[in-house]
């Protein structure tokens, strides 16, 4: 269960920080390297920490004081892998255990060889705490000098953004270095300590404290320096230095930390490990990926939700969207349930931001914001990056047209009762948000000849803008009505508003060639061939051949849309009306956004194209491991991943969700074996799936209808069953 590079290159650096990044869903760690490199970008994020820098339009995940650099001198000279003679390099992240290990052997100047081996770990339990262990182990007789710098750094910026006053830094013992800072705008305290096992000379200068420690090593006596690092934020206590001192107090060994991160880490793998037993190796690979990712991106606190990027990179500024309802959530949902819920009261409680939004638009109830950062205020940028060449800036719309995230998180509440029953949940936050985006809708709308109509909408696909009744967002606010009005509150007047809106509603049906139109214009615009571009799919690369404008007017697509609502409401429609409209718009798809690969498969296996939904599986888990050098420099696709975990299970083990669960299993050739957990109803059912056959098991005797290949089956404790 690895990720490793074993060739030192300048050139992915960045790509291994994000992909090989540590973390606990309190804290993210960059996998960058302890020297300086070139372009290099460092990143420890704490999740809730944003910040707004000066002259720049929306908060940031702040980009926290670097903790990994560490200079290593033997003998006087400087170990950089650009200019030391190196030999047997191996770099991996073990996901099973969670620790980053970097391993080599450096031949000095002077012919000395030592094992220079470089270990790190986020803590699973105490989430303030990462531990990182050096050992320099002489391989040749003799001692060597060993001196090593490190420290606090806090010269660290977004990009250049500045987001942290230095408030106060303090050595203890000559060992504990604390250092206190406070964001500029947002003036949220943040605490960090860092506990060395050894006594150094300390400098404090430029925004640094670090530390030299020199001690002389031999063969028989290696050289290992252990350090702790600890972080608190004023989201969590007001006294963040007392804390960060508090806590560096303690003597912790490497070893501690590690065993308890192991153990943590082993859990999580027992309980939610996906294993497929396929002919290709890599397929396991990506899942374990995807979940190891998932479980680091997602906080356990209610004030918090994922970002686009995890806590993995500046990129998308930290900022959540609906890729944490529709794509991060069900993986939770089905493994965790109460940090589904966890996930949505984070939602409940930026009720008060929404319904602003709401209102300055002169909406009723509450529109969510596109972006969305700590305070639940809109943080989608207005412009996007200057285009250097007519020195304008594209407007993006994101934030005043793409609406469906209002439906989108109705559509999690939905999916998280259905999945648990909780009615305590449902009353306490479900019902509020069910009725006041419900009420976003009926303000939305607007009669057209009778019928209400939503116009001037951006659906999921961003290539497609402004445009009239897109299908998706005219469904799920349909649903999201008719939610609202099955989970009423009582008001009686409202509940015969709900049913007029629903009665009116255009809902595009498909029209006489089976097309079901993405929206009122889309079907009269020309199409072009896209192959070129899909080849390149990911890279934008159809925004320097066509203008915006161009690609609007032009049956393009960036991701799934359609797609998207036949995957989330297959009940929709019949089976030949997803086949035809699958096959129409996937033609059309460049697949641009890392969004749409996988919802594409999980659509294609269940019109029975399991290797057409294989092949866009692999090329899903492709989009952060793959050979380019920087795909994923700036963090990780988060949504993506969740997408990976939901094409095995909605896609080849073909679990669809209603009132009971039903299961069409569609495994590719190359896959032997599935097996994972899926919590259902308060059970954890056991999927084991062959070619051939399903094993469910579960714990309890309790009896579950469950539909398998369309007939009704009751599962006890184990049920097994064989294709005809
Ligand atoms: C996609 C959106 C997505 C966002 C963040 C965009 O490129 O089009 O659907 O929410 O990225 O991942």
Redesign the pocket.
């Known amino acids: 269960m690895r990720i490793e590079y074993n060739q030192f290159d300048e050139e992915t650096l960045n790509k291994e920080a994000t992909l090989m990044t540590i973390g606990n869903g309190y804290l993210g760690l960059r996998a960058v390297q302890e020297e300086n490199y070139r372009n290099q970008d460092r990143g420890f994020f704490v999740r809730g920490i944003f910040d707004r820098a000066v002259g720049t339009e929306s908060a940031e995940l702040v980009n926290l004081p670097d903790i990994t650099a560490l200079e290593l001198r033997i003998n006087g000279e400087v170990f950089s892998m650009n200019s030391s003679k190196i030999s047997q390099y191996q770099r991996y992240l073990e996901l099973s255990t969670g620790e980053l290990v970097r391993s080599l052997i450096w031949q000095t100047a002077s012919g000395q060889r030592v094992r220079i081996t470089n270990k790190r770990i986020a803590n699973q339990k105490e989430k303030s705490q990462l531990a990182f262990q050096l050992i320099v182990e002489p391989l040749d007789e003799g001692t060597c000098m060993i001196s090593v710098k490190t420290g606090i750094d806090g010269q660290v910026s977004n990009g250049g953004n500045q987001h942290l006053i230095e408030q106060d830094l303090r050595v203890f013992d000559e060992r504990l270095l604390v250092a206190e800072y406070e964001t500029i705008e947002s003036q949220l305290k943040l605490g960090l300590a860092m506990r060395l096992n050894k006594a150094g000379v300390i400098s404090a200068k430029n925004r640094k404290i670090q530390t030299t420690i020199s001690e002389t090593c031999s063969k028989e006596a290696p050289f290992i320096l252990e350090k702790m690092v600890y972080v608190f934020s004023g989201l969590e206590t007001e006294a963040s230095f007392e804390a960060a001192k508090t806590a560096g107090q303690q003597n912790v060994s490497y070893g501690t930390v590690f065993a308890e991160t192991k153990t943590a880490w082993k859990d999580f793998w027992q309980n939610h490990r996906v294993t497929i037993a396929s002919e290709n190796p890599f397929d396991q690979q990506a899942i374990d990926f995807a979940c190891y990712h998932l479980q680091i991106m997602t906080p356990d606190a209610p004030q918090f939700s994922v970002g686009?990027k995890g806590l993995t990179g500046e990129g998308?500024k930290g900022h959540v969207?609906?890729?944490t309802e529709i794509f991060i959530l069900p993986f939770f949902l089905h493994n965790y349930p109460e940090i589904a819920e966890s996930l949505l009261k984070y939602r409940y409680f930026r009720l008060a931001g929404a319904k602003e939004k709401a209102q300055q638009n002169n909406y009723q109830g509450a529109l969510f914001p596109w972006e969305s950062a700590l305070t639940g205020y809109e943080e989608t940028p207005k412009y996007a990056a200057i285009n250097i060449r007519t020195g304008k800036r594209q407007v993006i719309s994101s934030a005043m047209a793409e609406h469906h995230i209002v439906a989108d998180i109705a559509f999690a509440v939905m999916d998280l009762y259905e999945t648990t029953n909780d009615q305590v949940f449902m009353d306490q936050y479900g019902k509020e948000l069910l009725k006041e985006t419900a009420l976003f809708w009926l303000s939305r709308g607007e009669e057209v000849a009778g019928r209400i109509e939503i116009h001037d909408v951006i659906g999921?696909d961003?290539y497609t803008e402004h445009i009239n009744n897109n299908a998706y967002t005219n469904y799920l606010a349909a649903y999201n009505v008719q939610a609202a009005l099955d989970h009423s509150t009582g008001d009686e007047e409202l509940n015969q508003q709900f049913e007029e809106f629903l009665a009116k509603l255009y809902l595009p049906v498909p029209n006489e060639a089976g097309l079901i139109p993405q929206d009122d214009s889309f079907l009269t615009k020309p199409s072009i061939d896209l192959k070129k571009y899909k080849e390149q799919a990911g890279s934008q690369l159809i925004l320097t051949d066509y203008s915006r404008q161009e690609v609007i007017d032009r049956q393009i697509l960036?991701?799934a849309d359609l797609v998207m609502l036949m995957y989330l409401q297959p009940q929709l429609f019949d089976f030949e009306t997803i086949k035809k409209n699958l096959y129409y718009y996937e033609e059309r798809t460049i697949h641009d956004?890392s969004?749409s690969k996988a919802i594409h498969a999980i659509v294609a296996a269940r019109i029975n194209e399991a290797e057409w939904a294989y092949e866009m599986f692999q090329a899903a888990c492709r989009i952060d491991l793959n050979d380019q050098p920087h795909t994923s420099d700036e963090g990780i696709h988060a949504?993506s991943l969740g997408a990976i975990w939901l094409a095995t299970v909605f896609g080849f083990a073909g679990i669809s969700k209603g009132e009971q669960l039903a299961v069409t299993p569609q495994l590719p050739k190359a896959w032997q074996q599935l097996q994972f957990s899926f919590y259902w109803k308060n059970e954890k059912i056991h999927f084991d799936l062959t070619q051939d056959r399903l094993i469910l098991s579960k714990a309890t005797q309790a009896e579950l209808p469950i539909m398998i290949d369309g007939q009704e089956y009751h599962l006890k404790q184990k049920l097994e069953w064989r294709r005809n």
Do not use: G, T
Request: charged share 25%; aromatic share 24%; hydrophobic share 40%.
């Open positions: 686009a998308y969207f609906w890729d999921p961003e960036k991701q956004s969004l949504a």
